[in-house]
C-alpha cells in the first residue's frame, strides 16, 4: 500500500510550494511535456532508496465550518481525515494566527498524526520560529524552507519515522512469473466491464490473492498460458452505493493501483476522445515510469467516420506517449483483447529485459558519432561513456563534460536512437546525465 501524508494548512503557508519540493522529480529529463495534465493536488514522493507514498495538497482549508464548496476540497478534506500522516504547515514568518487555530481544533477531531511543520524559516532563527508555535502542544515540529529546498531531508526522515510499515503486499508483489497489471482509468470508461469479462473467461483459474486488504484487490489470472497479477483491480468486487457516490479515494486508488503494477493499462472511452481526467491519469502513470499500454475502449459503439476522427484525435492528443501502444477494445464483446495483451507483453518485456553494459556503451558510442551535440556559445558536450542503471523503465546514465549545456532535443535524439537500437516500446526511458568537470 502506497502510504497517504497530507497536507493541512491555511492559504498561503506555503502548501504548494512544499508539494512541488516533495513530489517534482530532480531528475533531468522528467520535464513537462505538453498535452500532460499535472495535477496540483496530488502526487508521489519518490525519495532515492524509500519507500514512496502518496501526497494530497488540501489546499486552504480553512473556513472549514461554513462548509468548504468544490468536490476536490472534500475529496482532499476527506483524504485528509484517513492519511497516515498530516503536516500541519504553518508560516514562521507570520507565526500563528487565527486561522491556524480553526485549523488545528479540526484536525485534534480528526487524530490522525500530525507533524507541525514551519515553514518560511530561511533566514530565521529556526528554534524561535517553532517556538512560536508551542501553545499548539504539537510535540512533533520541525522547520524548513519548502523555497529553498532546506530542512526537506530532514522532514522526509520525520515522515518515515512515522509511515505504517510496509506490511504483506510487498513480498505479494514479488512473483517474478507474473506480470503485475493495472486497468486505470476514470469512472465509466470501462474498467470493471473488462476485468469481470477477463476473469469470466478465466473462472477456473482466477483467484484472489490472499493477504491483500479491502483497499487493494489482486486477483491472479492465466491467459494464453501467460501468468498476471491484476493489481488494484477494483472492479472485481462489486462498487457499493456509497463508493459510487462519493468515489472519494480513486485518485489515491488510481496512485496506489500504478505504484503495484509494471505495466498500467490506462483506459479511454472512444466516444470521449481524451478528457483532462484521462491526461491527468496519463500524467500520474508517466510519472512513475511505469510501462504504460493505452486502451480505447467502446470501439463497438463507433461508427467507421467517428473511427478515423478518434484516430486523429488520439494521434494529435497523444503525442506525448508516442511510443505507448493504443490497442482498439471494446470490453463489452471482448474485441481486441488478443492486441491488448500481446501490447502488455511486449511493453513489459521493454521495462525488464536487461540490457548489458558493453551494448549501452556501443550504442552511445554510435548516437554521438553518427549526430554529435552542437556547440553551444562556444562550448560543447561530449559523452564519454555510458551503462545501464536500472529497469522499469530502462535507466541509463550518460557519463561526459558539459553535459548540462545538452539541448532537449539532443535528449530527445538519444531516447529515439536507444529505443530503436534496443526496440524498446510501451515504457518510458530515462536518461541521468552525469558531468565529470
Ligand atoms: P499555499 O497557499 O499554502 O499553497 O502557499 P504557496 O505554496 O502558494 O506559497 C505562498 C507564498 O509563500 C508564495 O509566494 C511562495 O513563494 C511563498 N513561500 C513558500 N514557501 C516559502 C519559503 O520556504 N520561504 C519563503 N520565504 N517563502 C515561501
Ligand atoms: P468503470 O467505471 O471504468 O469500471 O466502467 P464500467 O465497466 O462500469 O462501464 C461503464 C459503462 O460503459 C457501463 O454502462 C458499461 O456497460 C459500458 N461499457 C463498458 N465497456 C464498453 C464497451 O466496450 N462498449 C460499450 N458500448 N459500452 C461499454
Known sequence: MLPLVALVGRPNVGKSTLFNALTRTRDALVHDEPGVTRDRHYGVCRPEGQRPFAVVDTGGIAGIDEGLAGATARQARAAAEEADLVLFVVDGREGASALDDEILAWLRKTARPTLLVVNKTDGLDVRAAINDFARYGIRDAIGVSSAHRQGIDELLAEVFARLPEEGVTAELDNDPNRIRVAFIG????????????????????????????????????????????????????????????????????????????????????????????????????????????????????????????????????????????????????????????????????????????????????????????????????????????????????????????????????????????????????????????
Open 186 to 437: 476514470r469512472p465509466n470508461v470501462g474498467k470493471s466491464t473488462l476485468v469481470n469479462r477477463l476473469l469470466g473467461e478465466e473462472r477456473m483459474i482466477a483467484s484472489e490473492v490472499p493477504g491483500t486488504t479491502r483497499d487493494s484487490v489482486a486477483v491472479d489470472m492465466e491467459r494464453d498460458g501467460r501468468l498476471y497479477r491484476l493489481v488494484d483491480t477494483a472492479g472485481v468486487r462489486r462498487k457499493s452505493k456509497v463508493e459510487e457516490a462519493v468515489e472519494k479515494f480513486s485518485i489515491i486508488k488510481t496512485l496506489q493501483a500504478i505504484e503495484n503494477c509494471q505495466v498500467a493499462v490506462v483506459m479511454l472511452d472512444a466516444g470521449e476522445g481524451v478528457t483532462d481526467q484521462d491526461a491527468s491519469v496519463l500524467g500520474y502513470a508517466l510519472d512513475s515510469g511505469r510501462a504504460l499500454v493505452v486502451a480505447v475502449n467502446k470501439w463497438d459503439g463507433q461508427t467507421e467516420y467517428q473511427r478515423q476522427q478518434t484516430e486523429n484525435l488520439l494521434m494529435r492528443k497523444l503525442a506525448f506517449v508516442e511510443w505507448a501502444e493504443k490497442i482498439r477494445i471494446s470490453a463489452k464483446h471482448g474485441s481486441g483483447l488478443r492486441e491488448l495483451f500481446a501490447a502488455i507483453h511486449r511493453a513489459h518485456a521493454s521495462a525488464t529485459t536487461e540490457i548489458g553494459t558493453s551494448e549501452v556503451t556501443k550504442a552511445m558510442e554510435v548516437a554521438y558519432e553518427t549526430n554529435p551535440p552542437p556547440v553551444v556559445r562556444g562550448h560543447v558536450a561530449k559523452l564519454r561513456f555510458a551503462h545501464p542503471a536500472g529497469l522499469n523503465p530502462p535507466t541509463f546514465v550518460v557519463h561526459g563534460t558539459r553535459l548540462r549545456t545538452l539541448a532537449d532535443s539532443y535528449k530527445r535524439y538519444l531516447e529515439n536512437f536507444f529505443r530503436k537500437r534496443f526496440k524498446l516500446v510501451g515504457t518510458p526511458v530515462r536518461f541521468v546525465f552525469k558531468d565529470s568537470t
